[in-house]
């Protein structure tokens, strides 16, 4: 199993810019996650899903969307890059039946500037 | 809306002594509780974890314990060792009004000097 993949690992975006964080992940998990990570800020969630068709937003979902269309992939859209979104984005999967919490597995990362 | 608070944020301790870390979290639906390690560069990987039901929970050198009447959960690193070095956060995890979320700490960073 390749766990959870994440692409790219770098990107450098001008403000304005668009683009999509690719998430994949081949555990057969329901729960999908995105983080982002900023010094002393520890992880904070910007959106989750709990299955296929279903998304829902965390504590910082302003400036991205996302979409679940299959068990396997969760990308995140950046709609328009601005400087503070300038951090390190981490998709995160874990298992999750009748609403119980599991261990959430981590993808290596993606580190985005803004300039 | 929902809150988890970690102290220390630093942390530097001797190589073999013990080290301490401490969380509060807001959410009474909060049911599940993981500790999570982040070595530099790397990304983080679960350490040890313990649910609503449990008050403590060892494996090895690690322990968690849970005192939910305080909305209290530490984790207890015995006999550190310079791998031990890496930032920890704690989380947690519940279903409530505002959804099925896991809030992180802001992360401890644990020194351990040889």
């Known amino acids: 199993n390749a766990g959870v993949t994440q692409t790219p690992k770098f990107q450098v975006l001008k403000t304005g810019q668009s683009m999509t964080l690719q998430c994949a992940q081949d555990m057969n998990h329901e729960y999908m996650s995105w983080y982002r990570q900023d010094p002393g800020m520890g992880l904070r969630l910007i959106h989750y899903?709990?299955?296929?068709?279903?998304?829902d937003q965390g504590e910082v979902p302003n400036g991205y969307n996302v979409s679940r269309s299959t068990t396997e992939d969760f990308p995140l859209r950046l709609l328009s890059a601005a400087p503070s979104q300038t951090s390190v984005y981490f998709c995160?999967?874990?298992?999750?039946?009748?609403?119980?919490?599991?261990?959430?597995?981590f993808g290596p990362g993606t580190r985005l500037t803004v300039l | 809306g929902e809150n988890v608070e970690q102290h220390p944020s630093t942390l530097s301790v001797q190589e073999g002594d013990s080290a301490v870390i401490k969380c509060t979290y807001s959410d009474s639906a909060s049911n599940y509780f993981p500790w999570y390690k982040q070595e530099l560069g790397k990304r983080p990987q679960l350490i040890i974890d313990i649910r609503s039901n449990v008050g403590e929970k060892k494996d090895q050198r690690i322990a968690v314990t849970l005192n939910k009447t305080a909305k209290h959960f530490s984790l207890h690193i015995t006999e550190t060792q310079p791998e031990d070095s890496a930032v920890y956060f704690c989380?947690?995890?519940?279903?409530?009004?505002?959804?099925?979320?896991?809030?992180f700490g802001a992360g401890t960073r644990l020194f351990v000097k040889a």
């Open positions: 899903s709990v299955g296929a068709g279903i998304t």
């Open positions: 995160a999967s874990s298992y999750s039946r009748d609403w119980t919490y599991n261990e959430q597995f």
């Open positions: 989380a947690a995890s519940g279903y409530a009004a505002g959804g099925f979320k896991t809030i």
